[in-house]
């Protein structure tokens, strides 16, 4: 069974930056994506950053610029780097894989960042 554990989240400030990292363990199967979502309090969930295993990267619109996603695609592993935090980035941050057609989601990590 795929589980997938992110950490790295926290607290800071408007402009500091947090690194956030994700983890899969229970396949030896690659990725073709790995992906950051962001849920806030009464909004639905939306795609933070996307990566493909052919080099393909997408970003959402509120954090192009700003943020970083890196994958690890043959250890299943995922990074986003989230540069000049603003108090709208703070949500539950997931990270999702597609691997072999399937999807799986992490538990989430919380960003909290204050103005």
């Known amino acids: 069974q795929v589980h997938l554990v992110e950490s790295g989240g926290g607290s800071a400030q408007a402009g500091e930056s947090l690194k956030l990292s994700c983890a899969a363990s229970?396949?030896?199967?690659?990725?073709?994506?790995l992906s950051w979502y962001r849920q806030a309090p009464g909004k639905q969930r939306e795609m933070v950053a996307t990566?493909?295993?052919?080099?393909?990267?997408f970003y959402g619109d509120s954090v192009k610029g700003r943020f970083s996603i890196s994958g690890d695609f043959a250890k299943n592993g995922v990074h986003l780097e989230t540069d000049g935090l603003q108090p709208e980035d703070t949500a539950v941050y997931f990270c999702?894989?597609?691997?072999?057609?399937?999807?799986?989601w992490g538990q989430g990590t919380q960003v909290t960042v204050s103005a």
């Open positions: 999702h894989a597609e691997i072999r057609g399937r999807g799986y």
């Open positions: 990566a493909f295993s052919d080099g393909r990267v």
């Open positions: 229970g396949t030896t199967d690659s990725a073709r994506a």
